[in-house]
Nanobody, 123 residues
């Protein structure tokens, strides 16, 4: 599976961005999907995840109520809508695929990763 993220950029605090991750290769609906982020000097963290058919989602406490993960299996794409962005959201964002997974768990359980997209939130 190949994953390609897009949609990152520079935004002011309080603004919004929508990240997209397009998948190719194996059947997309076989994979739970996660959005991770890593800021300089910090551990990589799962910020949002979604199950294979989209019936179950997970959010880190730091983004609950501000971020929304969704997927369109017909388009082989997962999205991350980010609203009310804060400077502390600044990081490289990665999408990842977990075969037969639920879109939860640590990065170690994910099988494929995108190249990442930079999100920078200015104060």
């Amino acid at each position: 599976v190949q994953l390609v993220e897009s949609g990152g950029g520079l935004v002011q605090a309080g603004g919004s961005l929508r990240l997209s991750c397009a998948a190719s290769g194996r059947t997309f609906s076989d994979y739970g999907m996660g959005w991770f982020r890593q800021a300089p000097g910090k551990e990589r963290e799962l910020v949002a995840g979604i199950s294979r058919i989209g019936g179950s989602t997970y959010y880190a406490d730091s983004v609950k109520g501000r971020f929304t993960i969704s997927r369109d299996n017909a388009k082989n794409t997962v999205y991350l809508q980010m609203n009310s962005l804060k400077p502390e959201d600044t990081a490289v964002y990665y999408c990842a695929a977990d075969l037969w997974g639920s879109g939860r768990g640590t990065g170690a359980r994910y099988d494929y990763w995108g190249q990442g997209t930079q999100v920078t939130v200015s104060s």
